[in-house]
């Protein structure tokens, strides 16, 4: 999967679900890779 198409697959869910859900996601998946 390319950079591209992950990042058209996160605005499509931000649009969705709103910015907040995306946030925290991002934010979780980060605290997971530290």
Do not use: E
């Amino acid at each position: 999967m390319s950079y591209c198409h992950i990042r058209y697959l996160v605005s499509d869910m931000a649009n969705r679900y709103g910015l907040d859900l995306i946030f925290s996601f991002v934010i979780k998946v980060k605290a997971d890779a530290l």
